[in-house]
């Protein structure tokens, strides 16, 4: 007996649906695991170090790059709109707070994301598929200590310092348009930075990239211990890994927001 075209569209949402909690539930289990691997003796000091350069080091040009045109592009939107009301000088004020609180977070996690998190991914994918994840376990050894730990603390350590990067040098760029496009002086610009930005918008911003950087290793771990299929499935697995992670960072910055704010 044929199934109506309805009972099928209903039996594949329920698929969907099922096969994300059962992902969620491994998720949480790999987390579960990390966490104890990391109070465990034998810390992995050496390969944490290593991650800490393929994740922030390398990281540095996109991440760079990214924050200076957004500061030059925000000062330069943000000076036209506030012109029209004769508040131009104010740039640095708009600049400073954007980029303290939302934007170098936000931006540098999606950079980083892009990155990093399909980087992992595809190299655990890969040594998933040829079975050097199920060579580490025959030895005795435990992945989530061996591989996912030392990745996962590097993104969580590295995250934050690219973002004080970032906003240093978007504010520098915002600074150069607004100077040559507005007539700012650099000494003007710098001020109202600084009565506008306090430190507990500067913390809030940089507090949020510890979840960040958390939130990207683990989805690209997570992903990469899970790919089957040999090289296409790593490529779907890097796909999904680099799509989930992005989102993830996107809610849990409303969330972390109100929660920072409500404080």
Partial sequence: MKRPPGGRAVEGVGERVLDAVESFGHFAALAGRVFRAARRPRFPWRDTLRQIDAIGTQSLSIVLITALFTGMVLALQTGVALGRFGAKLYVGSVVGLSLA????????????????????????????????????????????????????????????????????????????IARAQFGITANFYLRTITNTVTVEDFLSGVGKTLVFGWIIAMVGCHQGLRTSGGTVGVGRATTQAVVLASIAVLVSDFFLTQLLLAL
């Fill in 101 to 176: 609180r939302e934007l170098a977070p936000v931006l540098t996690a999606l950079m980083v994301s892009g990155r990093v998190g399909a980087g992992i991914t595809a190299e655990l994918g890969a040594m998933q598929v040829t079975e050097q994840v199920d060579a580490i376990r025959s030895m005795g050894a435990d992945p989530a200590q061996k591989l996912v730990l030392p990745r996962v603390l590097a993104a969580t350590l590295a995250l934050p310092l690219l973002t004080i990067l970032a906003g240093l040098l978007g504010a520098i760029g915002g600074g150069l």
